[in-house]
C-alpha cells in the first residue's frame, strides 16, 4: 500500500487547508486511517482519525472543532479540512492505515504516507 499526502501549504493564522491522502496498491477496505503530525522539535502527534465507513471519527482535543476527517472510499482518499488554523498547528502531517480500524496510537498504524508540510503564520 502507497499513500500519498497532499494540500499542505502556506497560510495565514485563522485560514483554511484540506489535506488530502490518496491510497494505492491495494484496497483499504476495513483499514481505519488516520492523520497524524510533527511539529519542528516535538514528538509525532495523533490529530484524527476515522473508520473504514466513515461514521466513526476522532479527534485530539487540540483540534476539535477545527478539523474535519472524512473519506470517499470510491476514490481510496481521506481528507482533512483544517479551519481556524493557528501558528501552532504548523507541523508536517503525515496520513496513515490501520488495520481493524482506526486507532489513537502511531504504532498501530501498518502504512504511512510521506508527509506534506503545513505552515500557519501568524
Known amino acids: 500500500v502507497q499513500l500519498q499526502a497532499s494540500g499542505g501549504g502556506l497560510v495565514q493564522a485563522g485560514g483554511s487547508l484540506r489535506l488530502s491522502c490518496l491510497a494505492s496498491g491495494r484496497t483499504l477496505s476495513m483499514y481505519g486511517q488516520g492523520w497524524f503530525r510533527r511539529a519542528p522539535g516535538k514528538e509525532r502527534e495523533f490529530v484524527s482519525a476515522?473508520?473504514?465507513?466513515?461514521?466513526?471519527?476522532y479527534y485530539a482535543d487540540s483540534v476539535k472543532g477545527r478539523f474535519t476527517i472524512s473519506r470517499d472510499n470510491a476514490r481510496a482518499t481521506v481528507y482533512l479540512q483544517m479551519n481556524s488554523l493557528k501558528p501552532e498547528d504548523t507541523a508536517v502531517y503525515y496520513c496513515?492505515?490501520?488495520?481493524?480500524?482506526?486507532?489513537?496510537?502511531?504504532?498501530?498504524?501498518?502504512?504511512w504516507g510521506q508527509g506534506t508540510q503545513v505552515t500557519v503564520s501568524s
Open positions: 496513515a492505515a490501520a488495520l481493524g480500524g482506526p486507532k489513537t496510537i502511531a504504532s498501530g498504524y501498518n502504512y
Open positions: 476515522t473508520s473504514w465507513s466513515g461514521g466513526s471519527t
